[in-house]
Nanobody
Framework: QVQLVESGGGSVQTGDSLRLSCGGS????????WGWFRQAPGKELEFVAG????????TYADSLKGRFTISRDNAKRTVFLQMNSLKPEDTGVYYC????????????????????WGQGTQVTVSS
């Protein structure tokens, strides 16, 4: 069963911005940690950003700090990834992931910590 759904991807030019959304895991319990990963053509899955609520923590891939921001809505039903100053090397399929475990700065970047995944949304940045 698909637990999460990403949206907001598209084709943009260098320097443009996009905001990705991730929703799902509805029910009586909420996820405590979320992550964004991406996969460029011919490359392996790469960590982008992570967010934990217990305790409140955010972390980013070093190369993306200052350009990408992860956040969530007040109801904790949707997680966002704001991407600014996009570059051609940002092109790829972006996936959101979630778990009920309270992850740390170290574990938020570990792909194997996550239980629920979305199908991915394509981001294409042209020069």
């Amino acid at each position: 069963q698909v637990q999460l759904v990403e949206s907001g991807g598209g084709s943009v030019q260098t320097g443009d911005s996009l905001r990705l959304s991730c929703g799902g895991s509805e029910g009586t319990r909420s996820n405590n940690a979320w992550g964004w990963f991406r996969q460029a053509p011919g490359k392996e899955l790469e960590f982008v950003a992570g967010l934990s609520t217990a305790p409140s923590t955010t972390t980013y891939a070093d190369s993306l700090k200052g350009r990408f921001t992860i956040s969530r809505d007040n109801a904790k039903r949707t997680v966002f990834l704001q991407m600014n100053s996009l570059k051609p090397e940002d092109t790829g399929v972006y996936y959101c992931a979630a778990t009920r475990k309270p992850l740390s700065i170290t574990t938020l970047s570990n792909v194997y910590e996550y239980d629920d995944w979305g199908q991915g949304t394509q981001v294409t940045v042209s020069s």
